[in-house]
T-cell receptor, first 112, second 114 residues
Framework: GQSLEQPSEVTAVEGAIVQINCTYQTSGFYGLSWYQQHDGGAPTFLSYNALDGLEETGRFSSFLSRSDSYGYLLLQELQMKDSASYFCAVSPISGGYNKLIFGAGTRLAVHP | ETGVTQTPRHLVMGMTNKKSLKCEQHLGHNAMYWYKQSAKKPLELMFVYSLEERVENNSVPSRFSPECPNSSHLFLHLHTLQPEDSALYLC?????????????FGEGSRLTVL
């Protein structure tokens, strides 16, 4: 089977840096994605790591280590609007058409 | 505005009702998906359509019946549901077979089964 583990909740203060970890068990996958979802909103794509290493997009960075079955999302210079749920997801080799398997999500609360 | 529109946004139905959820994408994508989102659980993939052909049926009960009349529209027909089917149903689309890890989601239809 395939599964992804994330912390259920993370809290941080405005301006800080927070890292949301994702560990996975899968027989093989093409890449690791991250999504953000505000309450009542649609999940929106943040990043995709097909290769090991760090991908940077503005204040957000994502990291993948296939040898450690581990990835993380790094959010810098936190803002109140970053309060949301964050999901990691893998694209399994056995699937296709972007058939993504998701983690249960991490709820990030940013405080002043 | 994500380019994927779902209606209705909220739906309350009894266990004997028949209702349908509608999804429309304005992105020119070839693949469309139904996901179920329950509290504190991973998003569960239900169905995948590519070029209007169902390519994935993830062991979903027959009380959920998808329909894809064209590449822009996707329906989820509901009948004789159970209270445990109450959840947020998310529609998504993607350009096609490219495995970029990127799906474009609608805001979902919040379903409550009484």
């Amino acid at each position: 089977g395939q599964s992804l583990e994330q912390p259920s909740e993370v809290t941080a203060v405005e301006g800080a840096i927070v890292q949301i970890n994702c560990t996975y068990q899968t027989s093989g996958f093409y890449g690791l994605s991250w999504y953000q979802q505000h309450d009542g909103g649609a999940p929106t794509f943040l990043s995709y790591n097909a290769l090991d290493g760090l991908e940077e997009t503005g204040r957000f960075s994502s990291f993948l280590s296939r040898s450690d079955s581990y990835g993380y999302l790094l959010l810098q210079e936190l803002q109140m609007k970053d309060s949301a749920s964050y999901f990691c997801a893998v694209s399994p080799i056995s699937g296709g058409y972007n058939k993504l398997i998701f983690g249960a999500g991490t709820r990030l609360a940013v405080h002043p | 505005e994500t380019g994927v529109t779902q209606t209705p946004r909220h739906l309350v139905m009894g266990m004997t009702n028949k209702k349908s959820l509608k999804c429309e994408q304005h992105l020119g994508h070839n693949a469309m998906y139904w996901y179920k989102q329950s509290a504190k659980k991973p998003l569960e993939l239900m169905f995948v359509y590519s070029l209007e052909e169902r390519v994935e049926n993830n062991s979903v009960p027959s009380r959920f019946s998808p329909e894809c009349p064209n590449s822009s529209h996707l329906f989820l027909h509901l009948h004789t549901l159970q209270p445990e089917d109450s959840a947020l149903y998310l529609c998504a689309s993607s350009p096609g077979q490219g495995r970029t890890g990127e799906l474009f989601f609608g805001e979902g239809s919040r379903l409550t089964v009484l």
